[in-house]
Each structure stands twice: as C-alpha cells, then as structure tokens.
C-alpha cells in the first residue's frame, strides 16, 4: 500500500480533538497519521500557530496533508501558517469537523490521493442524518 495523506485536526479544545482522533482511529486505520493541533501552547482554550506548524510536519508521510478545522480562529490560524509556509501538498477543507475527519480518514485508509480525500471530507457536509 502507498503511504497515506495525512490529517490534521486543528480545534480550540485538545479534548474535542483528542476524542475526535480516537474515534478515526477506531473507523479508519492506524496507518494513516491523525495528527492533532488543539488549544494554545499553554493548554487554553485557542489555537497555536506554532502548534499547527508542528502537526502538518507530524503528519506528513510524503502524501499531503489535509487540515480540517473545527471553527472560527482556527481556520484563521491554520490560513496564516499555511499562507506563510506555503506548500502545494497542504490544503485545508472547508468540512464539518466530525463527518469530514471521518470521510478523510477512511479515504486516505483506502489509499486516495490528497485531491480524493479533500473532496470526500468537503462531500460529508451533504451527507443526512435523517
């Protein structure tokens, strides 16, 4: 199998994205690296560049990397370190937290391409619940 594209989740709470690991973890594969970048340096509430900066580089395999934000500042964050360490094999997805990180991680188990796995995490927000 060829190596993996790598996720990061990037959250205000380092629980909400702890959890949200262990969960794909448990629905895709350990082979694909699920890298979290949650809360400020300091363990508040918030979100770190440099904590960011760090998982897209943990979670790079050689694949790409796809980011999934969870709101707000977070996004804001990972767009100024991805506009100051521009790479074309970094993207982030405008995805619901939960179901995308699920879709992208069961894609990149499967052995898709970055494009492939940013499209099915960006296709989870038309997927119903009822």
């Known amino acids: 199998m060829s190596t993996p594209v790598g996720i990061v989740l990037v959250s205000h709470s380092a629980e909400l994205a702890a959890g949200l690991r262990l969960l794909v973890e448990q629905i895709g594969s350990d082979a694909v690296p699920v890298v979290t970048a949650a809360g400020t340096d300091d363990g508040r509430l918030g979100t770190s560049?440099?904590?960011?900066?760090?998982?897209?580089?943990?979670?790079?395999?050689?694949?790409?990397?796809l980011i999934l934000p969870d709101l707000g500042s977070s996004v804001l964050t990972t767009r100024t370190v991805l506009d100051d360490h521009p790479r074309p094999d970094v993207v982030i997805v405008d995805a619901p937290f939960v179901e995308g990180a699920v879709a992208a991680v069961v894609a990149a188990a499967s052995g898709a391409d970055l494009r492939t796995v940013a499209n099915s995490a960006e296709e989870a927000r038309n997927v119903r619940k009822l």
């Not at 560049?49 to 990397?65: M, Q, S, T």
Request: net charge negative.
């Open 49 to 65: 560049y440099d904590l960011v900066l760090n998982a897209i580089k943990d979670a790079d395999r050689g694949a790409g990397v």
